[in-house]
């Protein structure tokens, strides 16, 4: 069954220091996204990607944070100047058709620990 | 704005046994899916089961169902036959036009063996 891939499964960087998370998207999926769960609390939309640009994105991402698909698999979170409270876990979902379709496929997750 | 409201934190079930997790959720919208995705402690996002809003019939899948009450706004999940691979944190969760996926805050289930 296809996956959603995400590397590293577990970060740990020094406050102030730049992050990039990376997933690899179901190959044939259109809409990407990334959502963040700080530990113990419920899990948060970040942004939706499509047709390489932003289609929507929340509150919580601010210009501390920006998205990127580099080339036709790979898709990217990169948060600059890290914040102790950046500390979550960080999942990466993909879907073919718009979220009714089939739902997400989520990947398994990057834990992030600023320290 | 949609929200959803998961009113159990914790709840606790015997192996074998049947447990209802409660879901409720608001929304101006008329078409939306609804779902319920398992959370292991490995904290991988598992889908469990999904709903159509425009869909009379209530989802099932194998020993998951959901009881759909539109005009309640009420999305319980059942899962007959507990087994202990079960125990999770499983959360709701509301997907309207907006693309997003807005989650509740979770129920983590104990199964007892």
């Known amino acids: 069954e296809p996956e959603v891939t995400q590397t590293p499964s577990h970060q740990v960087t020094q406050m102030g220091q730049e992050v990039i998370l990376r997933c690899v998207p179901i190959s044939n999926h259109l809409y990407f996204y990334w959502y963040r769960q700080i530990l113990g609390q419920k899990v948060e939309f970040l942004v939706s990607?499509?047709?390489?640009?932003?289609?929507?994105k929340s509150e919580i991402f601010d210009d501390q944070f920006s998205v990127e698909r580099p080339d036709g698999s790979n898709f990217t979170l990169k948060i600059r100047s890290t914040k102790l409270e950046d500390s979550a876990m960080y999942f990466c979902?993909?879907?073919?058709?718009?979220?009714?379709?089939?739902?997400?496929?989520f990947g398994s997750g990057t834990r992030l620990t600023v320290v | 704005a949609q929200t959803v409201t998961q009113s159990q934190p914790e709840m606790s079930v015997q192996e074998a046994e049947t447990v209802t997790l409660s879901c409720t959720y608001d929304t101006s919208e008329s078409d939306y899916y609804l779902f319920w995705y398992k959370q292991p402690p490995s904290r991988q996002m598992i889908l469990v089961i999904r709903?159509?809003?425009?869909?009379?019939q209530n989802a099932t899948e194998n020993r998951f169902s959901v009881n759909f009450q539109k005009a309640a706004k009420s999305f319980s999940l059942k899962i007959s036959d507990s087994q202990l691979g079960d125990a999770a944190m499983y959360f709701c969760a509301y997907g309207g036009a907006t693309n997003k996926l807005i989650f509740g805050t979770g129920t983590l289930l104990a199964v007892q063996p």
């Open positions: 990607f499509y047709n390489n640009e932003i289609s929507e």
């Open positions: 709903q159509e809003a425009y869909k009379q």
């Open positions: 979902a993909s879907s073919l058709y718009l979220v009714g379709g089939d739902g997400y496929t």
